[in-house]
């Protein structure tokens, strides 16, 4: 019988998925309306996609969005939640999707982390619209401010993932934990 899920690899996705939560404390920078830019947070999520694949990387993704909710949950109505927590955060993995590619640790992070920010741009459209200031659409808003936290923090990432030592220290480490 064939198993789905290795020992391994779940022990790496507890341990990423760790690293994630502990991070996502470290806030940068905090938005008025909610969001911040942590310390690469999202970066442990989707680095499991990297490692392992998709099934590893949603499947963990979905985990983390779960922790995220168990952690501050802000309940407006039910569909905002599965959109906030549930869709948003285990949109994370796509990553997976991108692992055999070329240069898939970039392309995958940078996958994952727009899905995320199109989630949280429709939640913030359809849930939160009536923040939006006068005369701004509610949806240019929403892509605006979601925007304005979540890719900041992936810049911030990127530019770490950039210098040369971390990226071949990241190959290192997917060829002895894959």
Known sequence: ????????????????IALA???????????????????CSM????????????????????AYGILQFVQKPEIY????????????????GLSGFFRQKKIGLYIGYIAGVTGRFIFSAISGY?????????GWNPLIYSIAYNASYIYIEAAITLAILFIPP?????????NSFA
Not at 1 to 16: R, W
Not at 43 to 62: E, M, Q, R, V
Not at 126 to 134: H, K, N, R, S
């Open 1 to 16: 019988m064939k198993q789905s899920f290795s020992v391994k690899g779940l022990a790496v996705c507890g341990v990423c």
């Open 21 to 39: 939560f502990v991070l996502s404390f470290i806030k940068l920078f905090s938005a008025p309306l909610g969001g911040s830019v942590t310390l």
């Open 43 to 62: 970066f442990f999520i989707c680095i499991i996609g990297y490692l392992y694949g998709w099934k590893y990387s949603l499947t963990a993704a979905l």
């Open 77 to 92: 109505a039910p569909l905002q939640v599965i959109i906030d927590y549930g869709l948003a955060f285990t949109a994370l």
């Open 126 to 134: 359809v849930f939160f619209a009536e923040y939006a200031p006068e």
């Open 166 to 174: 971390v990226g071949s220290a990241i190959e290192r480490i997917k």
